[in-house]
């Protein structure tokens, strides 16, 4: 399969608890992005990687968000102490170049009850 | 004002009419410009990017750029139900704390059998 995959799909969580996402980028694609989308929104940009480095990171990014990218391949976005308003899809997405479109996952929806 | 706006809809024409979705971006320097349809539920697919002014066709779509009025369209012709969807605008702005793919909102079309 040569789609941005994302695991996993949904996700209920405990108001509090610490919830994990994982993607898969395009293997061609060195640019990773992270996005967040609520109903009704477009997506919101959250953060990017250029190979394993984060270069760029949202005012939306909380410190209780982080997001990694070890070997330049897949990419983790970690939410700690989650809370009722972190439930959205969050969206994984890559591409070859700054200029190019992004290709998207499915996404992972994520509701904290 | 908001980066990429665009009229929240919902929009909607007969099978076989043509659809007509707007939007306007306030960074002047954008270059790269792109239209997503997003189905209830799912991931933004990307169908159209242009980057010069004029005109880009590409089957039953039209993507349209005025670069002077800072005004990008998109045109579905032949509209069929399976057109049924919200359509992203999305633009690549030069400025700003984000360099990266920002979207608008949203137009939700309906395409009535």
């Known amino acids: 399969d040569t789609g941005v995959s994302q695991n996993p799909r949904h996700k209920i969580t405990k108001r509090g608890q610490n919830v994990t996402f994982r993607c898969d980028p395009i293997?061609?694609?060195?640019?990773l992005y992270w996005y967040r989308q609520t109903l009704g929104q477009g997506p919101e940009f959250l953060t990017y990687?250029?190979?394993?480095?984060?270069?760029?990171k949202s005012r939306l990014l909380s410190d209780r968000f982080s997001a990694e990218r070890p070997k330049g391949s897949f990419s983790t976005l970690e939410i700690q102490r989650t809370e009722q308003g972190d439930s959205a899809m969050y969206l994984c997405?890559?591409?070859?170049?700054?200029?190019?479109?992004?290709?998207f996952g499915s996404g992972t929806r994520l509701t904290v009850v | 004002q908001k980066e990429v706006e665009q009229n929240s809809g919902p929009l909607s024409v007969p099978e076989g009419a043509i659809a007509s979705l707007n939007c306007t971006y306030s960074?002047?320097?954008?270059?790269?410009f792109f239209w997503y349809r997003q189905y209830s539920g799912k991931s933004p697919e990307l169908i159209m990017s242009?980057?010069?002014?004029g005109d880009k066709e590409d089957g039953r779509f039209t993507a349209q750029l005025n670069k002077a009025s800072q005004y990008v369209s998109l045109l579905i012709r032949d509209s069929q139900p399976s057109d049924s969807a919200t359509y992203l605008c999305?633009?690549?702005?030069?400025?700003?704390?984000?360099?990266?793919?920002?979207f608008g909102s949203g137009t939700q079309l309906t395409v009535l059998p």
């Open positions: 997405a890559s591409s070859v170049g700054q200029n190019y479109g992004y290709t």
């Open positions: 293997s061609e694609h060195n640019r």
């Open positions: 990687f250029q190979n394993e480095a984060q270069l760029e």
């Open positions: 960074d002047r320097g954008s270059q790269s």
């Open positions: 242009i980057y010069s002014n």
């Open positions: 999305a633009v690549i702005p030069v400025s700003g704390s984000a360099r990266q793919l920002t």
